[in-house]
């Protein structure tokens, strides 16, 4: 697998990587094994970054990486971000403090069973949070502690990126992009490269739209969130379908399968496209299924896309997507 350094934390990191938030809830359920068995694929595929948050099952995903990393003698040769702040509740920007994030990171550092966690994000926390000096401060002082080796951010909104990177401290941002989110690219990705910020790219395929295997009359579990968060009503709308109304989403993806190339899946062509963004220092799709994730890795060898297919993407989202996703996000 090809490899891209994430900003100037040193990790040389694979350019596909995984993504846990299914094997950690509100994708349906999902047993220990189940989880462990999705860890064990991504690393025979040759994947070495893997990304968690506490919150991913109340520490579930967590501890199911931590027995597989064990299991396979392999913590060294494998990165492992994880995030904190999600589970303050209310979950408000006075609350990101050094004594609740404190908190977090040491159970995370014992679910993950290291001292030092390699790399911890802000898991989206409210807006006015980014613009407190001592939100990051909290941060300084856990990686002066030995805590945390690096540290960034996870966000809902491209503002909120920007103005996180301002801050000396913050390596990496987590940011949804994909071919039905696109405004990273205007700005933001010149700014991060600019910076030498990592740019970890997550809900790469849409929450499945993006794989062409969705139908309108897919039913979802109800513990699955593209059944109860389609408004927005447990957290962010732009973490589920990437914010796109879900008939919207559907007709966009008809328009895009005749531009899929030849020997490629749509979901392969998805996260081509993220990866031919020089910017993107790692991409974190998620599954539970083997066969997918060596799929989603194999996309590392593929060539870049056409110039005739980019532009094709880019002639759907402006006709099907801009209008309700663009500037929202």
Same mark, same amino acid.
């Given at each position: 697998?090809?490899?891209? =350094?994430?900003?100037?934390?040193? @990790?040389?990191?694979? +350019? ?52 597989? #990393? ?6 060294? %040769? ?10 303050? +509740? ?5 609350? !990101?403090? @050094?004594?609740?994030?404190? =908190? ?6 014992? @679910? ?17 949070? !980014? ?28 503002? $909120? ?12 941002? $987590? ?6 989110? =696109?405004?990273?690219? +205007? ?8 910076? +030498? ?27 699955? /969130? ?27 993806? %008809? ?12 979901? $392969? ?8 963004? %020089? ?12 066969? /997918? ?11 870049? #896309?056409?110039? =005739? ?7 759907? !989202?402006?006709? @099907? ?9």
């Amino acid at each position: 697998m090809h490899r891209r =350094q994430l900003g100037t934390t040193g @990790y040389d990191v694979t +350019d596909v990587g995984f993504g846990t938030w299914n094997i950690g809830g509100d994708w349906g359920d999902v047993d220990e094994e189940e989880g462990r068995e999705a860890v064990r694929a991504a690393l025979d595929a040759g994947i070495d970054f893997i990304d968690t948050a506490d919150v991913y099952g109340d520490g579930f995903s967590e501890q199911r990486i931590a027995e597989v #990393l064990d299991e396979r003698g392999v913590r060294d %040769d494998v990165t492992v971000a994880t995030k904190a702040g999600r589970r303050l +509740d209310p979950h408000t920007a006075d609350r !990101y403090n @050094y004594e609740n994030l404190s =908190q977090f990171v040491d159970r995370s550092r014992e @679910y993950l069973g290291v001292d030092s966690l390699e790399l911890v994000q802000l898991h989206c926390p409210p807006t006015e949070a !980014y613009y407190q000096p001592e939100t990051f401060a909290a941060l300084d002082r856990l990686k002066d502690e030995g805590k945390i080796d690096h540290y960034g951010v996870s966000v809902e909104k491209v503002e $909120q990126a920007l103005k996180a990177i301002e801050y000396p401290g913050v390596e990496t941002v $987590q940011i949804i992009f994909n071919m039905f989110r =696109q405004r990273p690219a +205007d700005l933001f990705f010149e700014e991060a490269a600019r910076r +030498d910020v990592g740019v970890v790219v997550r809900v790469p395929l849409a929450s499945g739209l993006l794989t062409g295997k969705l139908s309108r009359d897919t039913e979802f579990p109800e513990n699955d /969130h593209r059944n109860f968060n389609i408004e927005g009503e447990a957290f962010d709308r732009g973490e589920t379908f990437a914010g796109l109304p879900v008939d919207d989403g559907f007709d966009a993806v %008809d328009e895009l399968r005749d531009h899929v190339p030849e020997r490629m899946t749509m979901a $392969q062509m998805a996260l081509r496209w993220i990866l031919d963004h %020089d910017a993107v220092s790692t991409v974190i799709p998620g599954s539970t299924t083997p066969d /997918h994730i060596e799929a989603n890795a194999a996309v590392s060898e593929m060539a870049p #896309l056409s110039h =005739q297919t980019h532009g094709a993407v880019r002639d759907v !989202y402006e006709e @099907y997507v801009f209008d309700a996703v663009h500037h929202r996000w």
